[in-house]
């Protein structure tokens, strides 16, 4: 994630997916900025491309343990330039869903706690019928009302 700004801006939808139980991982000042600002001790940090350490995130993008790559641009600097490049990269060829707009990500974690609200709750959030599934029953009534009359 970029600036400030934006980490501001998403901060508290990295809590709602912790709340839901997904495991948030992020760069070096992304990490800090969670744990101090939105208070997320849960997020675990992990190395850009550059840095020859483990957990490296081209490591874990190559290995499959990440499910979802959040990597918006946030400076022109060459090596914002180069590790960001180098992340989406390997997001794409791992075949990672890749999300590159803060807007973006915040709708999607909107979607997803939705999604986890309504099965929390019992409810269905899918529910696909055939057309005859919702019309019979609404054929059954009128014949029923009109058998009663």
């Given at each position: ?5 934006q ?8 809590r709602?997916l ?29 190395y ?5 350490r ?21 400076s ?74």
């Open positions: 994630i970029g600036p400030s700004q980490k501001l801006e998403i901060v508290q939808y990295v709602m912790v709340d839901m139980g997904f495991q948030v991982y992020a760069t070096k000042s992304t990490s800090e900025f969670f744990k101090t600002q939105g208070k997320i001790d849960a997020c675990i940090t992990v850009k491309p550059h840095v020859k483990e957990p490296n995130v081209l490591t874990m993008l190559k290995t499959g343990k990440l499910d979802l790559v959040v990597n918006v641009p946030d022109m600097d060459s090596q914002a330039l180069s590790d960001g490049f180098a992340m989406r990269r390997a997001a794409v060829d791992s075949g990672t869903p890749l999300v590159v707009d803060i807007k973006n990500a915040i709708l999607l974690v909107m979607a997803l706690h939705r999604k986890w609200l309504r099965e929390r709750s019992g409810r269905q959030f899918w529910s696909f019928q055939s057309w005859q599934e919702y019309v019979e029953p609404r054929e059954n009534i009128t014949q029923a009302l009109a058998g009663s009359a």
